[in-house]
């Protein structure tokens, strides 16, 4: 019955979304004003909403007459799995998208209210008319809730790797981030269709943008910390297709939400910021497409399959192509802001921008590049992490050195005179990477500069607050100065972790001392221990460097159903780094053991943290300014 | 933004989604094909990997007749159904050589009491470094070997009955 | 107890995958004496994909071949050979796909060109701009 309910709130939902289309499209729609729209939006949201609840309801309970729950859960997995699996599985997560981008649609017609109304009836229609298309495709090709008749006597659980409460936090986060960039996809269509490209627009669509990037940057954080601890590699990004999937909206995000302040306040970057705006959904969208078609070979992807490949590509072209038109026959009719001079914040943003589309770019190409070289010419290579970290590096160099000025520069016009604050960050980075230079004897130039960058970055992201009094400075301010001050910190952290750590690996025999960095390590023993759903062989580790002793216990574990291998890291934190372990095979009387000491890595997800909280406070202080001038207190 | 310049993306879309379709209709190929098709065979020398049958050298793949070099092992599943396979190859006049991967002695010389021995010569490589050096990935595969010691054919997995004829076909070419 | 033999039946009835049940390669999880040499096969290892979990490096993957490969790069580089020789020695026996580091002859030049090419597109593209602002 929850099954059946849940697929008719869907049919619903969607029917509701085609009339949704029509209402934002149909002429003469101006007299009866956004009321029948927005209404219309927020029922189809909830009824999404609605369906989705069924599908969890029905994987909670391990309802195994539902053939997803039958192929991707089991009775014996803890309650949060349960649920977190609702959306581990293709379509469970492909109705989690759908469920999103309803709410999306949901709560722009519920709090957008400043939007000049044409534009915000011919947006929400866009918005109806994304959800349309992937109502089309879960309904027909990724049905959730199709029934197993006669129901499994058991189901065929769940990838063990995935039993993690990463899981219950990754997913839905990066979700709210890709979908959420729907809402500036669906504005930027209705702002091309009226013309109203102006500070209103941007005001409109800022918070949308700034809050789909501060669940994106959490995300990809909680992500690769993720794929850190659980991979038992101590590697935290691997430019995997799906990874850079996930990076590529995030790239179009930022440059649009720093665009999206050029139109807000200058009027000026009208195109580029449609742009952008379109960009940054369009690769949610080819995201979404790469990790579920097959296309790509990925450790990370979903069940393959072509025919649900090509009918997401259709729903894809269709969508980037009729917005990439709309713009080409459009972006002409937008008029140029005011003028602004080479030495301005206009300018340095422009600057941004430039050099985060061409990361994106590079992104792109990459990913695809052997894509194309074999279907031109059949031959096959490879583009990893080689190629991306010697690309994609000396360009946000760049962009840190920009990140340095723009914020000391006025708006149109100015004279530089504040940049001399900049001398002292500068002397301070260059400092630190001659050190480096002399006390890092190997290879690495690439990391030394960029600790050098984010040396100088520290006080230079802070030097906004300076001379002024700080109780009167806006919380946007402070948003910028920690975000910034957060990329500082994220880069250090790849930088000195880069550099610095040290690896053992040994075979060693229960009772013997190993060391790694400057801990020293001894491997007490290893027995068995089982869980609700796996054993494990179990070693206890015990660590010093001089001072108290740490216990690690790191485990080599085997789950049941399906069989699978896995191992279970055990890391230690401590304010200087991580002591990384783990457990392998047994060779003879002996136990494989991989031993990391990381300095300082713990601040790359530090400062992913400071810049999704950055972005939060900026989105806070926004509506803050909102309630005041409404003069709600 | 200038004219031509604002239909540049979607004539990058075009392009993309093409590549797109090309990929969906050609999925892509995960088996590693050995790029030693044409080139002379590494040189090896490898010793018996079972008592009573001979070590295999690259020497004695290059003396004037065209060998098949069979890289297999005794935990491999799928080279226990080949095993009539390579008789029948025998049968029809081809030597087999064979490279035993990660192997001892004991189990495999239990493997080819069960499974028959079609094999002149057995060499042990127990750390698959002829295999790399052949640019081979997995067991089973064979090597065609023409007589002057040059890589003709490489057969990645078991070989099926039906496929017999082109083998044999492919060693007669390589004379 | 229960706990302790279920457990201890499942160490012995191992996975039951195509693998050899000899030991690792005496340098597939060992590391170098020398610690630069170490470094060099490291940073090799990590450029080179594995055959059998075509997704990850040799350095990451748990395969017994991947095992044999590292085995071999590291006796390679003992023996004083560079990476980049016993690079190219792969990937005359894999071709291309092996290296995750794209070629540098004539079929990757497209690749190392374009963050040039869009540097300088986007960079005429942003100046265009600028300059007629300035001359208005």
Redesign the interface.
Known sequence: MTAETGLAALWLAAALSLLQLALGFAPGMSKSGSAPIRAVAVLQGGLTLFAFAMLVLVFATTDLSVALVAENSHSAKPLLYKIAGTWGNHEGSMLLWVTVLGISGAALAIFSRRLEERTFVAALGAQGALALGFFIFLLFASNPFARLDPPALEGRGLNPILQDPGLAFHPPTLYLGYVGLSVAFSLAVGALVTGRVDRELARAMRPWVLGAWVFLTLGITAGSYWAYYDLGWGGWWFWDPVENASLMPWLAATALLHSLNVLASRESLRAWTIMLAMIAFSMSMVGTFLVRSGVLTSVHAFAVDPKRGVFLLILLAFYVGAALLLFALRSGRLSEGPEFELVSREAALVGNNLLLSVILGVVFIGTLYPLFVEALTGAKLSVGAPYFDAVVGPIALALMALITIGPLLNWRRDSGERLKRLIIPALLGLGAFIILLMAVPQDGLLAKLGFGFAVALFPASLLPLLARKLGRTPLTTYAMVLAHFGVATAVAGMSISSLTTSETLIAAKPGEIVSVGPWSIRFDSIRPIAGPNWTALEATLYATRGGAIETLKPQARFYTDPPTETTQSAILTTLTGQLYTVVGQQVGDRWQLRLWWKPMVTLIWLGGALIAIGGALALLGRAWRGWRKAGVR | ?T?W???T??VL?VL??A??????A???D?T?????IG?RIPQFVLAAAVPGVQGLSSTQLADGKPKLVHFF?S???PCIGEAPVLDELKKQGLTVEGIA????PDELAQFLARNGDPFDRIGSD????TQ????S??VPETFVVDGRGVIRLQHIGAIEAEEIPAIKAAAEQAR | MRAAFLALALVLAAPALADSDMPPAYWANRQLPNPQQEEQARGLMQEIRCLVCQGESIADSDAELAGDMRDLVRRRIAAGEKPASIRTWLIQRYGNWISFRPPTQPIGWPLWLAPLALLVAGGLLAASRLKRRRSR
């Not at chain 2, 127990?126 to 470094?129: D, G, I, R, V």
């Not at chain 2, 790399?132 to 640019?135: K, N, T």
């Open positions: 933004m004219g310049l604002r239909f993306p979607i879309l993309i989604v590549a797109m379709l090309w990929r969906l050609n999925p892509p995960t590693v094909h050995s790029q030693m080139k092992a935990w491999c599943v991967i990660r192997d001892r127990p750390e698959s470094k790399l050096a052949f640019g990935s997995g």
